[in-house]
């Protein structure tokens, strides 16, 4: 069962930033949890869906429903894990389609939080030492059913850092996705908001939806199909997928958006930049197409 919190505002806070003052607030969870909890657009105030950077004012009431158990039944899990690059502060995997990345409400197992937990842990799992457990901190994510890189960090300094340069979109983003059907335009740009279709939990483009921006680029064309690369300005739920909908070229294997079916969702991160925590300096990491994608 969910576990309803309840924040009034009596007076000016320190943090007043929605994300901070929970973090510090909610501590039987995750940061990384309630940040992504926050996205998910589950919390009010005042009666009204904010996202974590709204700013409290005196008298606000805060009201968000946390599911303790989906994070605190997170277990190390020996799941096989495609390394891209590791030092002391960070790792990049590369997360393969169908794997969720962090456990939910309905799966508290078998998911990449759980696999880098019994990786980075090694020594104490075998040890049984759960309270030496470190958590590997994940600042992004992707949706279960797209592959591609993913950045955790390895330090609790390296989170804070990297949080804030994906907060302020510091960082380089690249997709390819296989679409239906021949684009008339080689390149071009996607300005559609999305939000929650009224009365339902699906999401898409809506007039009343928070600003979306996509920069998409034809890289080959086939008989009814065209491979492309989708660099995300913005990162709304199901951006891509919404967005190539609107285009009228969905991606293939997305049924939900009117892609025909297909073995997966042709959708794969494969470029991701930012600047390493540790030394300031830009890095960039790749990620070949899968081969069913070719």
Partial sequence: MPTRFQFKIEETVRKNRLDNFLCDEITVVSKIYLRNLLKREVCTVNGTIKGGGYHLQKDDLVELEVDVSAETAMKPECIPLQIVFEDEEIIVVNKPAGLLVHPTSSQKTGTLLNALAYYLNQENVNLNNSNKLIRPGLVHRLDRLTSGLVVAAKTT?????????????????????????????????????????????????TTDGK?????????????????????????????????????????????????????????????????????NSWVEFQSETPPEMK
């Fill in 157 to 205: 300094r390296a989170h804070k850092l990297l949080s804030n340069h994906f907060e302020r979109r510091l960082v380089k983003k690249k997709y390819l996705a296989v679409v239906e059907g021949v684009l008339k335009n080689d390149s071009g740009t996607i300005d559609a908001p999305i939000g929650r279709v009224e009365q339902t939990t699906q999401w898409n483009v």
């Fill in 211 to 279: 600003s979306a921006i996509t920069h998409y680029k034809v890289l080959e064309k086939f008989s009814d199909k065209t491979l492309l690369e989708l660099e995300p300005v913005t990162g709304r739920t199901n951006q891509l997928r919404i967005h190539c909908a609107y285009l009228g070229h969905p991606i293939i294997g997305d049924p939900a958006y009117n892609g025909r079916e297909f073995s997966r969702l042709c959708l794969h991160a494969a470029q991701l930049g930012f600047f390493h925590p540790a030394y």
